[in-house]
Protein backbone atom coordinates (compact mmCIF):
# COMPACT_ATOMS: atom_id res chain seq x y z
CA UNK A 1 0.00 0.00 0.00
CA UNK A 2 2.74 2.23 0.75
CA UNK A 3 4.93 1.19 -1.73
CA UNK A 4 4.86 4.93 -3.48
CA UNK A 5 7.54 5.29 -0.71
CA UNK A 6 9.90 2.71 -2.84
CA UNK A 7 13.27 2.73 -2.35
CA UNK A 8 15.16 2.14 -5.95
CA UNK A 9 18.77 1.75 -4.19
CA UNK A 10 20.73 -1.68 -4.97
CA UNK A 11 20.79 -2.43 -1.30
CA UNK A 12 21.15 -5.63 0.21
CA UNK A 13 18.60 -7.65 1.16
CA UNK A 14 16.70 -6.76 4.25
CA UNK A 15 15.82 -8.23 7.13
CA UNK A 16 12.38 -9.48 7.66
CA UNK A 17 12.43 -7.09 11.18
CA UNK A 18 13.97 -4.10 8.61
CA UNK A 19 11.21 -3.83 6.73
CA UNK A 20 8.33 -4.12 8.95
CA UNK A 21 10.17 -1.37 10.46
CA UNK A 22 10.61 0.49 7.49
CA UNK A 23 6.75 -0.16 6.63
CA UNK A 24 5.97 1.21 10.29
CA UNK A 25 7.91 4.45 9.35
CA UNK A 26 5.76 4.77 5.93
CA UNK A 27 2.13 4.29 7.43
CA UNK A 28 3.11 7.07 10.05
CA UNK A 29 4.44 9.08 7.51
CA UNK A 30 1.19 9.66 5.54
CA UNK A 31 -0.87 8.46 8.49
CA UNK A 32 -1.85 12.52 9.04
CA UNK A 33 -2.39 13.07 5.51
CA UNK A 34 -4.87 9.97 5.00
CA UNK A 35 -6.96 10.81 7.63
CA UNK A 36 -7.21 14.53 7.29
CA UNK A 37 -8.62 16.19 4.30
CA UNK A 38 -8.06 13.25 1.25
CA UNK A 39 -10.46 10.78 3.50
CA UNK A 40 -13.26 13.10 3.07
CA UNK A 41 -12.69 13.45 -0.72
CA UNK A 42 -13.15 9.91 -0.82
CA UNK A 43 -16.36 9.86 1.01
CA UNK A 44 -17.69 12.74 -1.22
CA UNK A 45 -17.84 9.94 -3.76
CA UNK A 46 -19.49 7.38 -2.15
CA UNK A 47 -22.94 8.49 -3.22
CA UNK A 48 -25.13 7.17 -5.85
CA UNK A 49 -24.89 10.30 -8.49
CA UNK A 50 -22.71 13.21 -8.98
CA UNK A 51 -24.61 16.56 -7.92
CA UNK A 52 -23.76 20.02 -8.37
CA UNK A 53 -22.92 19.91 -4.34
CA UNK A 54 -20.41 17.27 -4.92
CA UNK A 55 -17.99 19.81 -7.85
CA UNK A 56 -18.64 22.52 -4.70
CA UNK A 57 -17.58 20.79 -2.11
CA UNK A 58 -14.46 18.67 -4.05
CA UNK A 59 -13.03 22.05 -4.68
CA UNK A 60 -13.36 23.63 -0.92
CA UNK A 61 -12.05 20.35 0.46
CA UNK A 62 -8.94 20.58 -2.72
CA UNK A 63 -8.10 23.98 -0.78
CA UNK A 64 -8.45 22.95 2.41
CA UNK A 65 -5.76 20.05 1.86
CA UNK A 66 -3.17 22.87 0.36
CA UNK A 67 -3.45 22.52 -3.10
CA UNK A 68 -4.00 25.86 -3.71
CA UNK A 69 -6.69 27.70 -5.65
CA UNK A 70 -5.69 27.64 -8.99
CA UNK A 71 -4.40 24.34 -8.93
CA UNK A 72 -7.66 23.30 -7.57
CA UNK A 73 -9.91 25.25 -10.08
CA UNK A 74 -7.89 23.90 -13.26
CA UNK A 75 -8.20 20.40 -11.93
CA UNK A 76 -11.84 20.43 -10.86
CA UNK A 77 -12.72 21.86 -14.68
CA UNK A 78 -10.67 20.04 -16.21
CA UNK A 79 -12.05 16.86 -14.38
CA UNK A 80 -15.83 18.53 -15.02
CA UNK A 81 -15.13 18.63 -18.85
CA UNK A 82 -14.13 14.86 -18.51
CA UNK A 83 -17.32 14.29 -17.32
CA UNK A 84 -18.96 15.65 -19.92
CA UNK A 85 -17.06 14.79 -22.79
CA UNK A 86 -16.78 10.78 -21.84
CA UNK A 87 -20.02 10.92 -20.23
CA UNK A 88 -19.10 9.85 -17.36
CA UNK A 89 -21.89 9.31 -14.54
CA UNK A 90 -20.81 6.74 -12.04
CA UNK A 91 -19.38 8.51 -8.89
CA UNK A 92 -16.35 5.76 -9.21
CA UNK A 93 -15.85 6.49 -12.94
CA UNK A 94 -15.50 10.06 -11.71
CA UNK A 95 -13.29 9.23 -9.05
CA UNK A 96 -11.33 7.32 -10.88
CA UNK A 97 -10.61 10.02 -12.97
CA UNK A 98 -9.71 12.10 -10.22
CA UNK A 99 -6.64 10.59 -9.40
CA UNK A 100 -5.95 9.87 -13.04
CA UNK A 101 -5.99 14.10 -13.18
CA UNK A 102 -3.97 14.25 -10.29
CA UNK A 103 -1.27 11.46 -11.42
CA UNK A 104 -0.94 14.08 -14.12
CA UNK A 105 0.00 16.82 -12.12
CA UNK A 106 2.54 15.24 -10.99
CA UNK A 107 4.24 13.59 -14.13
CA UNK A 108 4.27 17.00 -15.88
CA UNK A 109 7.49 18.37 -14.66
CA UNK A 110 8.35 14.93 -13.71
CA UNK A 111 8.83 14.02 -17.34
CA UNK A 112 11.24 17.41 -17.43
CA UNK A 113 13.02 16.09 -15.03
CA UNK A 114 13.83 13.07 -17.00
CA UNK A 115 14.50 15.42 -19.81
CA UNK A 116 16.75 16.88 -17.68
CA UNK A 117 18.31 13.88 -16.48
CA UNK A 118 18.92 12.42 -19.93
CA UNK A 119 21.05 15.33 -20.28
CA UNK A 120 22.64 16.51 -16.94
CA UNK A 121 23.26 12.88 -16.06
CA UNK A 122 22.65 11.08 -13.13
CA UNK A 123 24.76 10.29 -10.08
CA UNK A 124 24.88 6.54 -11.70
CA UNK A 125 25.91 8.19 -15.02
CA UNK A 126 29.19 10.75 -13.74
CA UNK A 127 32.01 7.96 -13.51
CA UNK A 128 34.27 10.79 -14.49
CA UNK A 129 33.91 13.47 -11.99
CA UNK A 130 32.00 14.06 -8.78
CA UNK A 131 28.03 14.49 -9.23
CA UNK A 132 27.37 17.84 -7.33
CA UNK A 133 24.20 18.54 -5.58
CA UNK A 134 23.54 22.20 -4.33
CA UNK A 135 21.09 22.07 -1.60
CA UNK A 136 18.81 24.82 -1.25
CA UNK A 137 16.12 26.43 1.11
CA UNK A 138 15.14 28.84 3.64
CA UNK A 139 16.67 27.73 7.62
CA UNK A 140 14.13 25.62 9.60
CA UNK A 141 12.32 23.70 6.52
CA UNK A 142 14.81 20.47 6.88
CA UNK A 143 17.78 21.08 4.79
CA UNK A 144 20.43 20.02 7.10
CA UNK A 145 18.44 16.83 7.93
CA UNK A 146 17.29 16.00 4.20
CA UNK A 147 21.29 16.59 3.08
CA UNK A 148 22.08 13.88 6.12
CA UNK A 149 19.58 11.55 4.85
CA UNK A 150 20.74 11.99 1.01
CA UNK A 151 23.90 11.30 1.62
CA UNK A 152 23.03 8.20 3.79
CA UNK A 153 20.55 7.34 0.41
CA UNK A 154 23.49 7.85 -1.90
CA UNK A 155 25.99 6.10 0.60
CA UNK A 156 23.62 2.92 0.70
CA UNK A 157 23.39 2.61 -3.18
CA UNK A 158 27.08 2.27 -2.75
CA UNK A 159 28.29 5.84 -3.83
CA UNK A 160 30.79 7.62 -2.00
CA UNK A 161 29.60 10.48 -0.52
CA UNK A 162 30.74 13.98 0.46
CA UNK A 163 29.05 16.65 2.20
CA UNK A 164 30.69 20.52 1.88
CA UNK A 165 29.23 22.43 4.95
CA UNK A 166 28.13 25.74 2.50
CA UNK A 167 26.13 27.77 5.24
CA UNK A 168 28.72 29.54 7.02
CA UNK A 169 26.53 31.60 9.18
CA UNK A 170 25.33 28.76 11.14
CA UNK A 171 27.56 27.31 13.81
CA UNK A 172 24.87 25.17 14.98
CA UNK A 173 24.14 23.69 11.40
CA UNK A 174 27.61 23.19 10.56
CA UNK A 175 28.35 21.03 14.05
CA UNK A 176 25.47 19.26 13.27
CA UNK A 177 26.25 18.44 9.58
CA UNK A 178 29.35 17.15 10.95
CA UNK A 179 27.13 14.43 13.65
CA UNK A 180 25.29 13.46 10.59
CA UNK A 181 28.46 12.98 8.77
CA UNK A 182 29.93 10.60 11.29
CA UNK A 183 26.81 8.78 11.98
CA UNK A 184 26.39 8.20 7.85
CA UNK A 185 29.93 7.58 7.41
CA UNK A 186 30.55 10.03 4.99
CA UNK A 187 32.91 13.44 5.12
CA UNK A 188 32.00 16.56 5.73
CA UNK A 189 34.19 19.66 4.53
CA UNK A 190 33.59 22.58 6.91
CA UNK A 191 35.44 25.40 7.83
CA UNK A 192 34.62 27.98 11.11
CA UNK A 193 31.53 29.66 11.34
CA UNK A 194 32.04 33.03 9.75
CA UNK A 195 33.74 31.55 6.90
CA UNK A 196 33.97 32.45 3.57
CA UNK A 197 31.21 30.36 1.94
CA UNK A 198 32.71 30.25 -1.48
CA UNK A 199 36.44 28.79 0.14
CA UNK A 200 34.10 26.41 2.11
CA UNK A 201 32.56 24.96 -1.22
CA UNK A 202 36.20 25.34 -3.25
CA UNK A 203 37.59 22.86 -0.34
CA UNK A 204 34.76 20.66 -0.92
CA UNK A 205 34.65 20.16 -4.86
CA UNK A 206 38.83 19.96 -4.34
CA UNK A 207 38.77 17.60 -2.02
CA UNK A 208 35.77 15.63 -3.66
CA UNK A 209 37.62 15.58 -7.16
CA UNK A 210 41.14 14.69 -5.33
CA UNK A 211 39.33 11.52 -3.50
CA UNK A 212 37.54 10.49 -6.78
CA UNK A 213 33.90 11.36 -4.58
CA UNK A 214 30.66 10.30 -6.66
CA UNK A 215 28.32 12.56 -5.03
CA UNK A 216 29.01 15.97 -3.38
CA UNK A 217 25.97 17.49 -1.74
CA UNK A 218 26.38 21.27 -1.20
CA UNK A 219 24.93 22.97 1.99
CA UNK A 220 24.14 27.14 1.33
CA UNK A 221 22.61 29.63 3.20
CA UNK A 222 19.02 30.22 4.02
CA UNK A 223 18.44 33.61 5.02
CA UNK A 224 15.59 34.85 3.77
CA UNK A 225 15.20 38.58 4.74
CA UNK A 226 18.42 39.37 2.70
CA UNK A 227 17.73 37.89 -0.89
CA UNK A 228 20.05 40.52 -2.37
CA UNK A 229 22.98 38.94 -0.62
CA UNK A 230 21.35 35.51 -1.00
CA UNK A 231 21.35 35.40 -4.60
CA UNK A 232 25.53 36.90 -4.66
CA UNK A 233 26.16 34.12 -2.41
CA UNK A 234 24.76 31.42 -4.10
CA UNK A 235 25.67 32.86 -7.62
CA UNK A 236 29.14 33.13 -6.00
CA UNK A 237 29.00 29.69 -5.57
CA UNK A 238 27.36 28.09 -8.10
CA UNK A 239 30.36 30.23 -10.23
CA UNK A 240 33.36 28.66 -7.78
CA UNK A 241 31.81 24.95 -8.74
CA UNK A 242 31.59 25.82 -12.67
CA UNK A 243 34.89 27.20 -12.61
CA UNK A 244 36.42 23.71 -10.95
CA UNK A 245 33.72 21.22 -12.36
CA UNK A 246 32.32 22.41 -15.75
CA UNK A 247 28.66 21.77 -15.90
CA UNK A 248 27.82 21.38 -12.44
CA UNK A 249 26.43 21.76 -10.36
CA UNK A 250 24.42 19.19 -11.57
CA UNK A 251 21.18 19.16 -9.62
CA UNK A 252 19.97 22.36 -7.43
CA UNK A 253 17.33 20.60 -4.90
CA UNK A 254 15.55 23.10 -3.29
CA UNK A 255 14.04 21.46 0.32
CA UNK A 256 10.29 22.55 1.31
CA UNK A 257 8.27 22.44 4.33
CA UNK A 258 5.25 20.59 3.68
CA UNK A 259 3.88 22.22 7.08
CA UNK A 260 4.01 25.42 5.79
CA UNK A 261 1.64 24.98 3.12
CA UNK A 262 0.93 28.09 0.13
CA UNK A 263 3.63 30.09 2.44
CA UNK A 264 6.06 27.50 1.06
CA UNK A 265 5.17 28.41 -2.16
CA UNK A 266 6.15 31.81 -1.85
CA UNK A 267 9.95 31.06 -0.31
CA UNK A 268 9.78 28.66 -2.93
CA UNK A 269 9.78 31.21 -5.71
CA UNK A 270 12.13 33.19 -4.02
CA UNK A 271 14.73 30.29 -4.34
CA UNK A 272 14.04 29.85 -8.20
CA UNK A 273 14.74 33.83 -8.64
CA UNK A 274 18.35 33.37 -7.45
CA UNK A 275 18.81 29.72 -7.98
CA UNK A 276 17.98 27.34 -10.96
CA UNK A 277 16.10 25.08 -8.91
CA UNK A 278 15.89 21.61 -11.08
CA UNK A 279 13.93 19.48 -7.93
CA UNK A 280 12.20 19.72 -4.88
CA UNK A 281 12.85 17.72 -1.52
CA UNK A 282 9.45 17.80 0.46
CA UNK A 283 10.22 17.50 4.21
CA UNK A 284 8.13 17.01 7.00
CA UNK A 285 5.12 15.05 5.19
CA UNK A 286 4.31 12.93 7.96
CA UNK A 287 3.62 16.27 10.37
CA UNK A 288 0.77 18.10 7.90
CA UNK A 289 -2.59 16.23 7.30
CA UNK A 290 -3.04 18.06 4.01
CA UNK A 291 -0.50 16.70 1.91
CA UNK A 292 -2.03 18.61 -1.12
CA UNK A 293 1.01 20.94 -0.98
CA UNK A 294 2.73 18.45 -3.32
CA UNK A 295 0.41 18.97 -6.01
CA UNK A 296 0.79 23.04 -5.73
CA UNK A 297 4.46 22.32 -5.52
CA UNK A 298 4.45 20.14 -9.38
CA UNK A 299 1.77 22.70 -11.07
CA UNK A 300 1.98 26.12 -9.89
CA UNK A 301 5.79 26.07 -9.77
CA UNK A 302 6.42 23.42 -12.39
CA UNK A 303 8.74 21.67 -10.45
CA UNK A 304 9.44 17.59 -9.96
CA UNK A 305 9.31 16.27 -6.46
CA UNK A 306 12.18 14.04 -6.25
CA UNK A 307 12.24 13.02 -2.60
CA UNK A 308 10.00 13.59 0.37
CA UNK A 309 10.82 13.53 4.29
CA UNK A 310 8.54 11.61 6.85
CA UNK A 311 10.38 11.76 9.78
CA UNK A 312 13.65 12.98 11.65
CA UNK A 313 15.88 9.84 11.36
CA UNK A 314 18.30 9.08 8.82
CA UNK A 315 16.18 6.49 6.84
CA UNK A 316 12.50 8.62 6.69
CA UNK A 317 13.33 9.87 2.95
CA UNK A 318 12.24 8.07 0.28
CA UNK A 319 12.24 8.64 -3.46
CA UNK A 320 8.87 9.80 -4.58
CA UNK A 321 6.72 8.27 -7.15
CA UNK A 322 3.53 10.03 -8.26
CA UNK A 323 1.04 6.98 -8.89
CA UNK A 324 2.02 5.35 -5.66
CA UNK A 325 1.65 8.75 -4.05
CA UNK A 326 -1.71 9.02 -5.49
CA UNK A 327 -3.21 6.05 -4.60
CA UNK A 328 -2.28 5.88 -1.05
CA UNK A 329 -3.41 9.64 -0.67
CA UNK A 330 -7.05 7.35 -1.74
CA UNK A 331 -6.18 3.88 -0.55
P1 LIG B 1 17.26 23.40 8.58
O1 LIG B 1 17.26 24.58 9.49
O2 LIG B 1 16.49 23.68 7.34
O3 LIG B 1 18.60 22.87 8.30
O4 LIG B 1 16.39 22.29 9.33
P2 LIG B 1 16.81 21.01 10.16
O5 LIG B 1 17.29 19.95 9.24
O6 LIG B 1 17.69 21.39 11.28
O7 LIG B 1 15.38 20.56 10.69
C1 LIG B 1 14.55 21.38 11.46
C2 LIG B 1 13.68 20.47 12.32
O8 LIG B 1 12.81 19.73 11.50
C3 LIG B 1 14.49 19.46 13.11
O9 LIG B 1 13.90 19.31 14.39
C4 LIG B 1 14.33 18.17 12.31
O10 LIG B 1 14.44 17.02 13.10
C5 LIG B 1 12.94 18.35 11.75
N1 LIG B 1 12.74 17.60 10.49
C6 LIG B 1 13.47 17.62 9.37
N2 LIG B 1 12.93 16.83 8.42
C7 LIG B 1 11.82 16.28 8.96
C8 LIG B 1 10.80 15.36 8.48
O11 LIG B 1 10.79 14.89 7.34
N3 LIG B 1 9.80 15.06 9.36
C9 LIG B 1 9.76 15.58 10.64
N4 LIG B 1 8.73 15.22 11.42
N5 LIG B 1 10.69 16.43 11.10
C10 LIG B 1 11.70 16.77 10.29
Redesign the pocket.
Known amino acids: MFNWLKRKEKEEPKTEEQIQEQQAVYEEGLTRTKRGLFRQVVSLFEVDEITEDIWEDLETLLIQADLGVDTTVVLVERLRERVRVDRLKKPQHVYDALQEELVEILLKPERDLQARQAAAGTPDSHEDRPYVILVV?V????????IAKLAKFYRDKGKSVMIGAGDTFRAA?ID?LEIWGERVGVPVIRHEPGADPGAVVFDAVESARARGTNVLIIDTA?RLHTKINLMEELRKVKRIIQKQLPGAPDETLL?LDATTGQNGLQQAKVFMDVAEVSDVAV?????TARGGIVFAIARELKLPIRFV????KLT?LAEFDARQFVKALFS
Open positions: GNGVGKTTTAQGVAKLDGGTGED
